[in-house]
């Protein structure tokens, strides 16, 4: 799987009652092989995802395409993967509100 199929399958496995009065917007910049600039927009119930950095992000995450995808299959531990710098996370209390919605931890 690469980062770009990872962030197509979210708006399947998001449960929209669970959603349905959450609002963010997330950027993930992933860099290298595989990577590639991404804004997952949740509003309404429904999650987007479009290419690009698009709007104003309450969280920014940077990591390359390879560390990323290690941590969303759980290869990479979340607090290592932020401890050594792997992964770099602009807002880290949006991400943990968020993360298990999308699969992310």
Same mark, same amino acid.
């Given at each position: 799987?690469t980062?770009? =199929?990872?962030? =197509?399958?979210? %708006?399947?496995?998001?449960?929209?009652?669970? $959603? #349905?009065?959450? /609002?963010? $917007?997330?950027?993930f910049?992933? +860099?290298? =092989?595989g990577?590639? /600039?991404?804004?997952?927009r949740? *509003?309404?119930? *429904?999650?987007?995802?479009?290419?690009?950095? *698009?709007? =104003?992000? #309450?969280? $920014?995450?940077? +990591? +390359?395409?390879?560390?990323?995808? !290690?941590? $969303?299959?759980?290869?990479?531990?979340?607090?290592m !993967?932020?401890?050594?710098? #792997?992964?770099?996370i +602009?807002? %880290?209390?949006e991400?943990v #509100?968020y993360a298990?919605?999308?699969?992310?931890m």
């Amino acid at each position: 799987m690469t980062a770009r =199929e990872f962030f =197509e399958s979210l %708006p399947d496995k998001i449960n929209a009652d669970a $959603v #349905k009065d959450m /609002q963010t $917007v997330f950027h993930f910049d992933l +860099s290298g =092989e595989g990577g590639g /600039q991404y804004t997952l927009r949740l *509003q309404d119930g *429904q999650l987007s995802i479009e290419e690009g950095l *698009q709007g =104003e992000a #309450k969280c $920014v995450v940077r +990591s +390359s395409a390879e560390d990323f995808m !290690a941590l $969303v299959t759980g290869k990479l531990n979340p607090m290592m !993967a932020m401890m050594t710098g #792997k992964v770099k996370i +602009s807002n %880290p209390a949006e991400m943990v #509100k968020y993360a298990k919605l999308f699969g992310l931890m």
